[in-house]
């Protein structure tokens, strides 16, 4: 796919050796990869085959066994992420970084309109002008293709995929480089599935940001990611580019999973 | 009539002194919400333990104590504490401003400026301002921590797409010393200006939650607000009917079965000190029965 220069840029995220275990029991072992400015990655893998530990790892919500991953911050300083302070950890959490939860009752503020939803990430960068706020989050809601009369209205009102769409606007409003998401577009009907798909793809080719997408879905691989790996066991078995390994497969259990054989 | 059974101020002296620990820590970090073992009082949650622990750990016998509810010291509640500090410290107590060394107040600032030898001890009942959005403990303790406080805002927020402004009236949140962010307790907004830079002492305590916190004389306080929607005290457009007072926070109150109103001073000592220093109605009474008075 276009738009990633890999011979100029250097990463923006790395991974090394991300291990973790959960007492005895193994949640990922020694995963490594390298994820451009731009790049989307898939990571497919039947359930417990440790995508979400990967996944909260990275976003520095779980710390890992052994392993680091390394962030190229704004000011281009490449920091190890578990040895930054917190308040600056949690600063790039809410500002340079998205995290799109599976169920959006996690990423939202049920209780919060949607205007206040979207708005959080500004007021906590210190944004203090109620005018320009309320517009930036109408701007928003146009974007992700919510009526603006209901900015005022809380997620409770929305149905399922409203509420994932105004999760999304509530992560991007702050234009981060990196977006983590955890099965966006599980629990949807296919049409609505399908909907958000073709936002995502849209405002993440725009906004050219990175993404890290956790999916059961390899269609949702395919649409999406440039590049995919697909976890067995805790382990990566596969990586490369979506399009070459969904079309010829290498291990064996990739095989299986791309003829759906096996359900993903 | 059989001795008291009571220490003095009722709490035993290890209990006082670990208040007063409390209450040290909460001056030397102005408002920050310091936890303590809060204890049972013999009388209920809702009439302002954290505010009688705090009095009792501070009450020495040569204090005068003042205890005002609503601005008022007659309602039931601070005639009831009034009753029980002078039943277990035999302390003195008054009703005016002026005279009292340590003030017990639920919901007013006194009207008269304060000075550096009294105290000023709050009543709280929720001393978190960030349980609104964030019920859970660990997180909003992080959130101080670290200063931060966007959610405060969204708070604000919600009050004007609401409202179409801040609706916030009572309880409205402040920064003190341009760090922690602080309920002021169910306060008027209308007062919150005179937290600020006020020559006596705060104290704040709230008993159900066991949280102590604190602003020291001379502190910045400001109101929390957005630049287009600035933070504005709030009182009646209108002067006090008894004592023509126009700088006062004013209670609406009625006066007979018809439900007629008016607009009184709600700090009740502040309206008396002003009578008795000749301020009246605005439509001058008849000399003869000015005088008859
Ligand atoms: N908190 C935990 N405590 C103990 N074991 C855990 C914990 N979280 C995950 N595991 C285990 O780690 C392994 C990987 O789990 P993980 O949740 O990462 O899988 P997943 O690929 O996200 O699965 P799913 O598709 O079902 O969401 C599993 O064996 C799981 O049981
Ligand atoms: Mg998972
Ligand atoms: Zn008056």
Redesign the pocket.
């Known amino acids: 796919m276009s738009g990633i220069d890999k011979e100029n840029d250097l990463p923006l995220l790395i991974a090394e050796g991300l291990t973790k275990h959960?007492g005895r029991?193994l949640?990922?072992r020694d995963a490594s990869f390298e994820l451009y400015e731009g790049e989307v990655m898939a990571v497919v893998?039947e359930?417990?085959?440790?995508?979400?530990?990967l996944l909260q790892m990275l976003s520095t919500q779980i710390e890992p066994s052994a392993g680091r991953v390394l962030y190229r911050m704004r000011d281009g300083a490449v920091q190890d992420l578990w040895t930054m302070s917190e308040p600056a950890r949690r600063f790039l959490l809410r500002t340079d970084w998205g995290y799109v939860h599976q169920d959006p009752q996690m990423g939202l503020r049920m209780g919060v309109s949607a205007g206040g939803n979207v708005g959080e990430r500004l007021m906590a960068v210190g944004n203090r002008h109620y005018g320009n706020i309320r517009a930036t989050a109408a701007d928003w809601l146009g974007r992700v293709e919510i009526p603006q009369n209901r900015i005022d209205d809380t997620p409770r009102t929305y149905s399922g995929g409203m509420r994932q769409r105004l999760q999304i606007a509530r992560n991007l409003v702050t234009a981060p480089r990196l977006i983590f998401m955890d099965e966006p577009t599980g629990g949807l009907d296919v049409s609505v599935q399908a909907r958000l798909l073709d936002l995502l793809r849209r405002i993440v080719s725009e906004m050219r940001i990175a993404a890290i997408v956790?999916t059961?879905d390899l269609a949702v691989a395919r649409l999406l990611s440039n590049r995919i790996m697909v976890?067995k066991g805790?382990e990566v078995i596969e990586a490369g580019l979506t399009d070459q390994v969904l079309d010829d497969p290498h291990q064996p259990y990739t095989q299986l999973l791309v003829s759906s054989i096996l359900p993903a | 009539m059989t001795a008291p059974v009571y220490n003095f101020a009722y709490l035993d002296e290890q209990t006082k002194r670990m208040i007063r620990r409390a209450i040290l820590k909460a001056i030397a970090i102005p408002g920050y919400q310091v936890p303590f073992a809060s204890r049972e009082m013999p009388m209920p949650y809702g009439w302002g333990t954290g505010g009688v622990q705090v009095t009792a750990a501070i009450l020495g016998p040569q204090d005068v104590l003042k205890v005002i509810d609503q601005g008022s010291d007659d309602t039931t509640n601070a005639v009831s504490i009034r009753k029980f500090f002078t039943r277990t410290a035999g302390v003195r107590t008054t009703t005016a401003t002026l005279e009292a060394t340590v003030i017990q107040t639920r919901h007013r600032v006194p009207e008269t400026a304060l000075n550096e030898n009294q105290v000023l001890v709050y009543q709280v009942p929720i001393p978190e301002p960030l349980r609104f959005l964030e019920p859970r403990e660990t997180e909003t303790r992080r959130m101080h921590a670290l200063s931060e406080y966007g959610l405060m805002h969204v708070k604000l927020y919600e009050d004007i797409a609401r409202h179409g402004h801040i609706a916030t009236a009572y309880a409205y949140p402040v920064q003190v010393d341009s760090r922690y962010v602080m309920d002021p307790s169910p306060i008027p907004k209308f007062d919150n200006p005179k937290l600020s830079n006020c020559a006596a002492l705060q104290l704040f305590g709230a008993g159900r939650e066991k949280r102590i916190y604190a602003i020291p004389p001379y502190t910045r306080v400001t109101s929390l607000d957005f630049d287009d929607h600035p933070f504005e005290p709030y009182r009646h457009d209108a002067s006090c009917e008894l004592c023509n007072a126009t700088e006062s926070y004013l209670d609406e109150v009625i006066t007979d079965d018809e439900g007629h109103r008016m607009f009184v001073c709600s700090d009740t000592d502040f309206c008396e000190q002003r009578r008795a220093a000749g301020h009246g109605p605005v439509a001058a009474r008849p000399q003869a029965e000015a005088a008859h008075d």
């Open positions: 959960y029991q949640g990922c893998g359930s417990g085959s440790g995508k979400t530990t956790v059961h976890m805790g």
